[in-house]
């Protein structure tokens, strides 16, 4: 027996470091696509979203994630819950998180297209 056995190499051990970067280089590449499309965009929407809560105040309209508009007629400090008024002498708490938008008041927007003419 004159015949010693034939061994195959592995791919890594061919071509090094090279291939170990040409393996890992497609994980790195679709990370970074899901961290700029769906990652930092939803951060910056949960952000804005927690400035949106900071900043209400008495008169504010709001829409809560029920689908409830209504007016903010009093902000409880310290609690995470807000009074809002529904219809005419219907008052509802409700949590600083279930309110998703808020409205400007139609008199504010219509006194800004007026000092915008003016």
Known sequence: MLVSPAFAQDAA???GTAAVVMQILPLVL???VFYF???RPQQKKQREHR???QKLKR???VLTAGGIIGQVTRV???VDEI??????????NVLRQTISDTFKPAGAADAKAEAAKG
């Open 13 to 15: 051990a061919a071509g």
């Open 30 to 32: 679709i990370f970074a």
């Open 37 to 39: 499309l769906l990652i």
């Open 51 to 53: 400035e949106l809560l």
């Open 59 to 61: 008169g504010d309209r």
């Open 76 to 78: 409880k400090d310290g």
């Open 83 to 92: 009074e809002v008024e529904i219809a005419p002498n219907v008052r509802v």
